[in-house]
């Protein structure tokens, strides 16, 4: 099978390695920026291909020599990637994250009989896998948590944080209002509200914090009680909300002296030197998920822990291992013809099929992402 991953960055290039070991897959990684296809350039079993993917005609163009596309662009080009790749008639697995409703692509994926499955990466993805299959199993789901972060595994003043994708996708998340569902009704509250410390093993305290990350559970799960923190180590969120609060993440553009900037872009830019990770510096992704919920007539909570680190071997990410691997698994899914249903698919259909749950679930492990799982009875 012929696969396209569209966009060569950290996690596009943890996706590209990945299937390229696989002797099912021919892979091609196609990017603009030359930083990106040099970093794959010679690797056995991949092509790399200068396009622009902004261009919607430029990635029509591309599919028609491929079986299927790996959607791995910025979130601000996701959208109009993944439309151009259903009208070039092919298939998709996608992890861009955009802001805009992916079920407004449903009709052009049935109409083309289409697979598109998006937010194929750990959060959302994982943890939206994990409640489609819990909500099938159990007679009643009540309750959804999900906690996950991406942190430097040392941690440095000011920000204790170190940005594994864009800085601007990382403010989004810091600014964007952060939609629930509080006993049935939605809820919209700023982002960073609802401050609480949570203990990990091996880790530690961490900080959790409302962000905007249900995405299509809010439309797909009838879930009453649902709710996604991100976290971080303590005291990164004052800065963050200090800035904010200041207008540092505005996009709108001020005046200085006949000059209009971008509050946010310039924010960006200084950030992102400030978040780069430094060459081999180590990284980590920690995630719970829980679920609560009636079985018969025992109410139980379901935990999934999760703890990955980098990868010293191969000099990858964890949070490109785990959100990479992830959509990874998906495309294998779908090579395997476990999952076949057109139109658009959130990770939580995927789950409601326990063939394809388990699937995933053993291709993470294979690869060293183990989520240890814990069910204990609870009183209502």
Not at 160 to 170: E, H, I, L, N, R
Not at 285 to 304: K, L, S
Not at 313 to 332: F, K, L, N, P, Q
Request: aromatic share 8%; hydrophobic share 40%.
């Amino acid at each position: 099978m012929k696969v396209a991953v569209l966009g060569g960055g950290r996690v596009g290039r943890a996706m590209a390695l990945d299937l390229a070991h696989d002797p099912d897959f021919e892979v091609t990684v196609v990017d603009v920026t030359r930083e990106a296809l040099d970093a794959i350039d010679g690797v056995s079993g991949i092509t790399a291909l200068d396009a622009d993917l902004s261009d919607q005609a430029t990635v029509r163009q591309v599919m028609k020599d491929q079986d299927m596309a790996v959607g791995a662009v910025p979130s601000s080009m996701g959208f109009k990637t993944l439309q151009a790749v259903l009208e070039a008639g092919r298939p998709a697995v996608d992890i861009a994250f955009f802001t805009e409703d992916p079920f407004l692509l449903d009709g052009l994926a049935r109409a083309q009989g289409l697979v598109a499955i998006v937010d194929a990466g750990i959060s959302p993805g994982c943890s939206n896998l994990i409640l489609g299959r819990l909500e099938e199993a159990m007679d009643q789901t009540t309750r959804f948590e999900c906690a996950v972060g991406g942190l430097p595994v040392v941690r440095s003043w000011p920000f204790q944080y170190k940005a594994p994708y864009a800085p601007s996708d990382v403010i989004e998340v810091y600014s964007r209002p952060a939609r629930l569902r509080r006993g049935g009704k939605p809820v919209t509250l700023p982002a960073l509200t609802d401050r609480e410390t949570v203990e990990f093993p091996e880790i530690g305290a961490l900080e959790a914090f409302n962000t905007d990350g249900l995405r299509t559970l809010l439309r797909t799960s009838e879930t009453p009680d649902m709710v996604e923190k991100t976290l971080r180590y303590p005291g990164h969120i004052e800065w963050m909300l200090g800035l904010r609060e200041t207008g540092f993440f505005r996009t709108d553009p001020l005046d200085l002296d006949g000059t209009m900037v971008s509050p946010l872009a310039v924010s960006a830019r200084l950030l992102e030197e400030a978040w780069a990770f430094g060459e081999g510096e180590e990284d980590l992704t920690v995630m719970r998920v829980q679920v609560e919920g009636r079985t018969g007539d025992t109410m139980e909570r379901h935990t999934y822990d999760l703890l990955d680190r980098f990868d010293t071997e191969h000099g990858i990410s964890s949070m490109a291992r785990t959100t990479g691997y992830t959509c990874t698994a998906m495309v294998r899914m779908l090579a395997n013809n476990l999952y076949a249903e057109p139109g658009i698919t959130p990770p939580e259909f995927v789950g409601r099929d326990p063939a394809c749950f388990e699937f995933v679930m053993n291709d993470l492990e294979a690869r060293g992402v183990r989520f240890q799982r814990e069910v204990e009875e609870v009183t209502a």
